[in-house]
């Protein structure tokens, strides 16, 4: 069974202090693993998809990263605007059309 | 551009009631989703429709039903809604089933006492 852990459950930090999220996967085969942000009251919003170990996306001051048991969420200079839920999910070469989700990260970013 | 659109996004009902929760895009995706959201854990698939014409199961499909009623609009429906049912619950579609990434509306909060 497919199975997808985020760390923490929840992560508060200054506004400017790098951290990183966590997402340590199995399943039997990786097709493909995604990063989302969830905002309150909001449908989760689709960033990165990372096929294969060694991958590394970018955007803004996010960065994602992967190998064959885990992926990181690296954020760099946080802003409170920045602050929400991230989601991670993992899609297996056998199910190729459900996504397994883990159960988020809820980041707050202080001013 | 609208994207995704979920009708009713709030919704009260009584133990054994029925309803029905609609969804449209515009985006001409071919796959549909819909998704529960319960605290503490990770969005579960309800039912899923690769393209126009098919449905399939997901994870946790008992006590629902859905209908692909064209290319753009999935419904779900709870013909006996009870307690355990109690959710918020997400469509999404993508552009084919597989590696694509998955769009998602903004949720129907739906509480049954």
């Known amino acids: 069974e497919d199975q997808v852990t985020q760390s923490p459950e929840a992560l508060r930090l200054q506004e400017g202090e790098s951290s990183s999220l966590n997402c340590s996967y199995t399943v039997s085969g990786l097709r493909g693993l995604f990063w989302y942000r969830q905002d309150p009251g909001k449908g989760p919003e689709f960033l990165f998809t990372?096929?294969?170990a060694g991958e590394e996306k970018e955007k803004e001051r996010l960065k994602a990263t992967l190998t064959k048991k885990e992926s990181f969420l690296h954020i760099t200079a946080p802003k409170p605007e920045d602050s929400a839920t991230y989601l991670c999910?993992?899609?297996?070469?056998?199910?190729?059309?459900?996504?397994?989700f883990g159960s988020g990260t809820q980041l707050t970013v202080l001013p | 551009n609208a994207g995704v659109t979920q009708t009713p996004k709030f919704q009260v009902l009584k133990t054994g009631q029925s309803m029905t929760l609609q969804c449209a895009q515009d985006m001409n995706h071919n796959s549909m989703y819909w998704y529960r959201q319960d605290p503490g854990m990770g969005l579960r698939l309800i039912y899923y429709?690769?393209?126009?014409?098919?449905?399939d199961k997901g994870e946790v499909p008992n006590g629902y039903n859905v209908s692909r009623l064209n290319k753009r609009e999935f419904s779900l429906r709870l013909e006996s809604a009870a307690p355990s049912q109690t959710s918020v619950y997400f469509c999404a579609s993508s552009e084919i089933a597989g590696t694509q990434p998955q769009h998602f509306g903004d949720g129907t909060r739906l509480s049954i006492l």
């Open positions: 990372l096929y294969s």
């Open positions: 999910a993992v899609q297996a070469r056998g199910s190729a059309r459900q996504l397994t």
């Open positions: 429709s690769a393209s126009e014409g098919t449905t």
